[in-house]
Nanobody, 125 residues
Framework: QVQLVESGGGLVQAGGSLRLSCAAS????????MGWFRQAPGKEREFVAA????????YYGDSVKGRFTISGDNAKNTVYLQMNSLKPEDTAVYYC??????????????????WGPGTQVTVSS
């Protein structure tokens, strides 16, 4: 079992920044690829960013590329999502997820086995 808990969400004005954290506990966290997804009301869950288990490879959705940065600290069992230049369309519940398979980084939510409860990010215009 892997338990994930997100934090750092909140209300911010357009152009501002937030840093989300995802604390993991349970099984060998350092061997998992990790992802961030988001879901706005009435929309499907959307891929935001992912990082390989060794921290070498990072991937971003087109809508956040150049503005968001994913990073991880295996010593703290924590993954971060630094969000800069936020836009109202970034408003959503943000989820972190763990992919317990060993291999390539996944981009579809169905490929992630464990999820946190989510944290709300609201960007005002």
């Amino acid at each position: 079992q892997v338990q994930l808990v997100e934090s750092g969400g909140g209300l911010v004005q357009a152009g501002g920044s937030l840093r989300l954290s995802c604390a993991a506990s349970g099984r060998t966290f350092s061997r998992y690829n990790m992802g961030w997804f988001r879901q706005a009301p009435g929309k499907e869950r959307e891929f935001v960013a992912a990082i390989s288990w060794n921290g070498i490879n990072t991937y971003y959705g087109d809508s956040v590329k150049g503005r968001f940065t994913i990073s991880g600290d295996n010593a703290k069992n924590t993954v971060y999502l630094q969000m800069n230049s936020l836009k109202p369309e970034d408003t959503a519940v943000y989820y972190c997820a763990a992919d317990i398979r060993l291999g390539r980084v996944a981009f579809h939510p169905n490929e992630y086995a464990y999820w946190g409860p989510g944290t709300q990010v609201t960007v005002s215009s």
